[in-house]
């Protein structure tokens, strides 16, 4: 199989990543809370992934690392903890589900009022448009680095400017450039940084968390069990124990440990390099088929690598079954959780085919899909 579907999850992971969680299992298997060998391993493997994490992204406080389980809970951390009755919110057209629904759902509750910037029919967002959405109970803004759709990459630098100018908090989701893009929270001004484990940080499922600033504070969304400061009757304020209830994920963050370590010795720059090239070779002939369409700008705007497209003649189910079927091609196809992305781009109602690449992709990966394509399209025509 060819798989290019690396937005939704990285399927090929380095060996060292299945090696660690191994080891874990066998050697770090107890809650990580106490003072037993295995217990002093299993703290040891989330020590570990915290101050990798923290490395990445150049945050030099560790401790406020919080670990979840993906991405989606670690924005509902950031947005449920953050927003107080009466905020107002800014967000854009490029957001996934992960921060639409929730934002939806203290809305219909009256809790918050909700502002989108918005995005075009050329999937270029309209961040000129911010400043002036500002209000003076604007509590934050809450944006995605990169669409999950077109690959687009937000200026969210210029964002946390605008919003730090108002007072607000920048809360970025990194789901879609931690691992494939540099993101340095110092240097683009995040308050919040969310992330998943899974994707271009090359590690388990079930991996995920967020770094929150010196000054954010948030409430809590779950509350429990910390193995320290028990006797005290709600959630202990340190972090990142304010954030971190239950037992942890031991295994599975020693194995984002492991990738961490692959992918700093690596380093993001060659993983953003690989991944532009393969687009732009991908790009470059998908415009030569006929019937394609491309969606979103392609000149002179940073992208990841990831590709929307549709084929005139076929749904985009219809068109990734064939390539799934017939050419053992694994793509995405649907709306990718991203409804306000596709309405500005036209493809709500057939959705789009997603071609997104990785760091273990080819050329010769490339090249099949195109080589599928056009003949997919002259059956077609």
């Given amino acids: 199989m060819i798989y290019l579907n690396n937005a939704a999850t990285t399927l090929q992971k380095p060996p060292e990543v299945a090696q660690a969680v191994l080891d874990a299992m066998a050697n770090a298997g107890s809650s990580s809370r106490g003072a037993s060998a295995d ?55 490029f957001e996934h589900n992960s921060v639409l629904r929730p934002l939806n759902e203290l809305e219909r509750r009256g809790v918050i009022e909700v502002d989108h910037l918005p995005a075009d029919s050329a999937g270029h967002l309209h961040t000129e ?32 400017r605008v919003a730090h100018a108002h007072g607000a908090v920048s809360v970025l989701d990194a789901a879609q450039s931690l691992g494939c893009i540099p993101v340095n929270m110092g240097a683009i001004g995040a308050d919040i940084v969310c992330f998943t484990g899974h994707k ?38 340190s972090y990142p124990e304010h954030l971190e209830a239950g037992t942890m994920n031991a295994q599975g963050l020693a194995g984002l440990a492991a990738a961490l370590d692959v992918l700093l010795d690596l380093g993001v720059e060659r993983v953003e390099e690989h991944e532009r090239a393969l687009r732009s070779r991908f790009v470059d002939r998908l415009g030569q088929i006929p019937g394609v369409e491309v969606y979103g700008i392609h000149d002179g705007h940073d992208h990841t690598g990831v590709v929307a497209m549709n084929l005139a003649g076929l749904d985009s189910s219809t068109l990734a079954d064939r390539l799934a079927y017939d050419y053992g091609i694994a793509t995405r196809a649907g709306l990718h959780c991203a409804p306000r992305m596709h309405a500005a781009l036209g493809t709500l109602d057939r959705g789009a085919v997603r071609f997104s690449f990785g760091w273990y992709t080819t050329e010769h990966d490339v090249d099949a899909a195109l080589d599928a394509l056009c003949h997919i399209a002259r059956e077609v025509g």
């Fill in 129 to 160: 448009d911010l400043d002036g959405m500002f209000r003076p109970n604007t509590r934050a803004i809450i944006a995605t680095h990169a669409s999950n759709l077109t690959g687009a990459v937000v200026d969210v630098a210029a964002l946390a």
């Fill in 39 to 93: 217990d002093l391993a299993a703290a040891r493997s989330v020590a570990g992934a915290r101050l990798r994490v923290a490395r990445l992204l150049g945050f030099e406080h560790p401790e406020r690392v919080a670990f979840t389980l993906n991405a989606t809970m670690a924005l509902n951390t950031a947005i449920f903890g953050l927003l107080r009755p009466g905020d107002h919110v800014i967000t854009t057209d």
């Fill in 200 to 237: 271009a940080l090359m590690g388990p499922q079930g991996t995920g968390g967020l770094a929150v600033s010196p000054g954010v504070e948030l409430v809590p969304l779950v509350h429990g069990g910390t193995g320290v400061k028990s006797a005290e009757p709600l959630q202990p304020e």
